[in-house]
T-cell receptor
């Protein structure tokens, strides 16, 4: 079974509107972390936002927020006021267990976001 | 902060030659670095976990003699693709974490290396 599922292969959004990218995860470990990364066409992976399993509040970073619903095992990324530069691939990833130097990330297949002018 | 560089950004080589890719953490020390491979329009595939001062841990199916990893210092890890063949052509990207301060171990990525083997 997929541990990280991103059900939207592609998404379109109008400039200045908000968009939600879906991510569901599967783990039996009570301690885990969830990450979102952006990969523009240049290829670099840009860290956007992090949510720990014990964090009480949803993470926010500027125009990015994470809608963390623990019972539903979902960690959707919300981008507000979309900009043309937001067009990219977006990956959701999970670290199982507590934070540590050797912890691998489990990756979703990604969602391609296109922002229309 | 948390900048990772990678060199070269692209390389074209002949079949049978070896190619070395460097990954450096510029403003932090990283006891662990990760090497990934990415095919077009696909997700990241972890190849190996590189540990400073010890042998790398390879993922299942990754040939350790083919992809040599050396983590020589707390700021440098290298991936050498030995006797490269066209099927090794891919996008290789490394990541490193500054540690677990603040309860997170966020991985920061280098810009990637696009390898083409003729």
């Amino acid at each position: 079974a997929q541990k990280i599922t991103q059900t939207q292969p592609g998404m379109f959004v109008q400039e200045k509107e908000a968009v939600t990218l879906d991510c569901t995860y599967d783990t039996s470990d009570p301690s885990y972390g969830l990450f979102w990364y952006k990969q523009p066409s240049s290829g670099e992976m840009i860290f956007l936002i992090y949510q720990g399993s014990y964090d009480q509040q949803n993470a926010t970073e500027g125009r990015y927020s994470l809608n963390f619903q623990k019972a539903r095992k979902s960690a959707n990324l919300v981008i507000s006021a979309s900009q043309l530069g937001d067009s990219a691939m977006y990956f959701c990833a999970m670290r199982e267990g507590q934070a540590g130097n050797n912890r691998k990330l489990i990756w979703g297949l990604g969602t391609s976001l296109a922002v229309n002018p | 902060g948390a900048v990772v560089s990678q060199h070269p950004s692209w390389v074209i080589c002949k079949s049978g030659t070896s190619v070395k890719i460097e990954c450096r953490s510029l403003d932090f020390q990283a006891t662990t670095m990760f090497w990934y491979r990415q095919f077009p329009k696909q997700s990241l595939m972890l190849m190996a976990t590189s540990n400073e001062g010890s042998k790398a841990t390879y993922e299942q199916g990754v040939e350790k003699d083919k992809f040599l990893i050396n983590h020589a210092s707390l700021t440098l890890s290298t991936l050498t693709v030995t006797s490269a063949h066209p099927e090794d052509s891919s996008f290789y990207i490394c990541s490193a974490s500054p540690g677990t301060s603040g309860g997170t171990d966020t991985q920061y990525f280098g810009p990637g290396t696009r390898l083409t083997v003729l």
